[in-house]
């Protein structure tokens, strides 16, 4: 039934509604995805009218049709009883003839399968026949054969007996055929005794022949033996007999204690003694099998790899049997030539093998991994992590010793590290197999000694290392002999948590020179690697950069470290700038004419930075080290000055008060009796000769008082009080 057509701005088809599977709510969230639920309504309400339009044109069209509709139908209820009788006999004939036909389907299927079952019955008893055939056979041949006495299978020429075991093999492999398509036959059970007996009267001749033919060199005997196993699918017995009755005798006399131990090579030896057994003793078989160069092609006998299956086995048997001592991790350093050894005879093994497919065979070989499952690398590792870390560890635990002279290092820690890392890639440690392992081991030799600085830079001194030392001032501000000696002594020493100059020095230079051979690192793994087939160097380029990085983490703290050693040292003697007031009030001394004792002694230990770090750390590292030192020193030195001349401007008031109140009283302390410069004086010109011979020191460091930030404010200070004394003369 078609409907009619609408309009074609409508929402929806009007195909739809023909639809089995129609739903209201399905149509109603269609149309309101399109349009809103007014328009929605209005092409509904459109679309009726045109239905109602439609049915009733309909029903006019066919209006006749519809009123005479009940009139047509008048006896149409006897006819129909009319038609009813002979449909029901036609339905029972048809029932009955589909039951004979059954039946005859029935028959046929039986008789189908009683053929079908006699056919199987036949082609078992044929193949039992055949059986017997290959038997009476292949035993008509042995017995014609046995009753010559000039012909048996022993003791015939070789071309012969090579023929009549390929005549009795072809027959014996149709037997064994059938033989198994008849399994489960009681015939065949009473036929098997004489099949077994066949059996191991073919194997016993062919071994026969085998050994026969290898005793001679004859070619053409193994060839056609060869061949016959191949006919019965015996392959791998022949590969095990050739193991056993070739092979295992001369490894035997080889692979023994006696001979290893015989000399500092017997290991080596006996290894070429091993090799040699393939050109000199298989030289046959290959050519054969097509296993050596020379071998013709056309004449080769498929199927055999004497060199995997036969020979491998046996070598390595008589080495885990004989010579089991071999594997034992106990001495790292004879482990490790021992296990060189062996992966090199196995390496000149692998290159006398015939093919590709033949080195596949063997390194998927149960002996094979076996072989090298036997050698514990994981132990053997585990030694050398011993030696390695341990010597490590001896030389951290011992502090910044002074390295051996000679080195290129200066501390032993150092020169120790470096020498490890140059271990883990040496000829006489590192093994291919744990390249994963000792390059992690690298990693973290870098890392155990960034650790080891940071805990050495970070590590406070303990309180009577810091402790200032109580001095008595010198009695004359010109006087420096006595009183330098004293204050070195103790300056650059203390407990063990501190740390002098030189050793920081010392540090500073060996990171850097760890940093520049890091460099050579890379270059050696990557050789180790790329020998392995591993390419990806740009992995190992990125570790030991961070390796780099991580030493280099180290330096802030250093520097940190530096500065404020220099610092302590510098300023434990502003206490004896708090003291020259001390040596001019009331002591009727000489106006000074060069700087205090002090600033010598408060200056010697950047003189001394210059003299340890020449030719140890760059310049500009050692110029960094004195700026930021000499930034602090001038810092606190500034405090202690303003200080020192706020007391004395104090005092000086307190004294002008003094005499003001006493009104022209005598006093000892304002001026000297000459109506030379006051003592006030005296000091303030001390302090300023102080702060200039500072920076005249300053410059002869290589350093500008520029670079010193509060220098330029500390030399305002002095010069104002230069020119208070200048007033006061």
């Known amino acids: 039934m078609n409907l009619p057509k609408g309009p074609d701005s409508l929402c929806f088809d009007k195909d739809v509604f023909m639809k089995d599977d129609f739903d209201v709510d399905q149509f109603v969230s269609e149309c309101r995805k399109q349009v809103q639920m007014e328009e929605m309504r209005e092409d509904l309400e459109l679309y009726y009218k045109l239905l109602k339009t439609a049915m009733v044109e309909l029903i006019n069209k066919d209006y006749a049709d519809f009123v005479n509709l009940s009139t047509n139908l008048v006896g149409m209820d006897k006819a129909l009883n009319q038609l009813s009788v002979p449909l029901g006999q036609l339905r029972e004939e048809v029932m009955s003839l589909r039951s004979c036909v059954s039946e005859v389907i029935q028959a046929i299927d039986n008789q189908l399968a009683k053929q079908e079952d006699l056919q199987k019955k036949k082609v078992c008893v044929l193949r039992l026949i055949q059986v017997v055939r290959s038997v009476e056979k292949i035993e008509k041949i042995l017995h014609s054969q046995s009753s010559k006495e000039s012909s048996s299978l022993e003791t015939s020429s070789p071309l012969l007996a090579g023929h009549i075991l390929e005549r009795i093999a072809t027959e014996f492999n149709q037997l064994q055929f059938h033989a198994v398509q008849s399994k489960g036959m009681p015939l065949l059970d009473k036929v098997r005794p004489r099949i077994a007996g066949i059996t191991s009267m073919l194997q016993q001749s062919l071994e026969g022949v085998l050994i026969e033919g290898l005793q001679t060199s004859n070619v053409d005997m193994v060839r056609h033996c060869l061949r016959t196993y191949a006919t019965i699918d015996k392959t791998r017995d022949v590969e095990a007999l050739v193991g056993q009755v070739l092979v295992k005798p001369y490894m035997d006399q080889v692979i023994t204690e006696e001979v290893v131990k015989s000399s500092p090579n017997g290991l080596q030896l006996m290894y070429s003694r091993l090799l040699e057994f393939v050109p000199h003793h298989c030289r046959l078989l290959r050519e054969v099998t097509g296993g050596a160069i020379s071998s013709d092609k056309a004449d080769t006998v498929p199927g055999y790899d004497f060199l995997v299956n036969s020979v491998w086995p046996e070598m390595i048997k008589g080495i885990e049997e004989r010579l089991a001592y071999l594997f034992n991790p106990g001495n790292p350093d004879i482990f490790y030539e021992r296990y060189s050894a062996s992966m090199e005879f196995v390496r000149k093994f692998e290159r006398q093998c015939s093919s590709q497919g033949s080195v596949k065979r063997l390194r998927v070989h149960p002996l094979y991994t076996s072989f090298h499952n036997k050698w514990n690398l994981p132990v053997y590792f585990q030694l050398r992590y011993k030696e390695i870390a341990g010597s490590l560890e001896n030389a951290i635990s011992d502090g910044l010793e002074a390295a051996p002279a000679g080195s290129v290092y200066h501390l032993q820690v150092s020169e120790v590290l470096w020498s490890c890392l140059m271990r883990c890639w040496s000829d006489k440690i590192y093994l291919s197999p744990l390249a994963h392992r000792f390059w992690k081991l690298t990693l973290q030799l870098y890392s155990r000694y960034a650790k080891f600085l940071g805990e050495v830079l970070t590590k406070t001194p303990s309180p009577e290392a810091t402790k200032e030392p109580t001095r008595p001032l010198p009695s004359s501000a010109s006087s420096t002999s006595s009183r330098t000696s004293m204050e070195e002594g103790g300056s650059d020493s203390g407990s063990p948590a501190s740390l002098s100059t030189k050793q920081l020095v ?20 990557r050789r180790r690697l790329e020998a392995i ?197």
């Open 506 to 525: 010392y540090i500073a230079a060996d990171i850097q020179k760890l940093q520049e051979q890091i460099n050579q690192v890379t270059e050696m793994v």
């Open 533 to 729: 087939g591993f390419n990806n160097i740009a992995i190992v380029e990125d570790a030991l950069t961070d390796s780099k990085n991580c030493l280099s983490s180290s330096v802030p703290t250093l520097n940190a470290r530096m500065t404020q050693h220099l610092t302590e040292r510098c300023c434990r003697f502003l206490k004896s700038a708090s003291e020259v007031p001390r040596l001019y009030r009331r002591t009727n001394k000489d106006p000074p004419v060069r700087a205090s004792a002090y600033m010598d002694n408060a200056l010697r230990p950047l003189h001394q930075l210059l003299t340890d770090s020449t030719g140890l750390v760059t310049p500009s590292t050692a110029q960094e080290w004195l700026r930021v030192a000499l930034t602090d020193y001038t810092h606190r030195y500034y405090e202690t000055i303003s200080e020192v001349l706020s007391s004395v401007r104090k005092m000086e008031e307190s004294l002008k008060r003094l005499k003001q109140a006493r009104k022209g009283a005598s006093t000892t302390t304002a001026a000297g009796t000459n109506g030379g410069p006051t003592d006030d004086s005296k000091i303030r010109l001390q302090l300023a000769l102080d702060v200039e011979y500072l920076g005249e020191q300053i410059q002869k460091m290589g350093l500008q008082p520029r670079d010193i930030p509060m220098f330029s404010t500390l030399m305002d200070l002095v010069k104002e009080a230069r020119e208070l004394c200048e007033q006061g003369q």
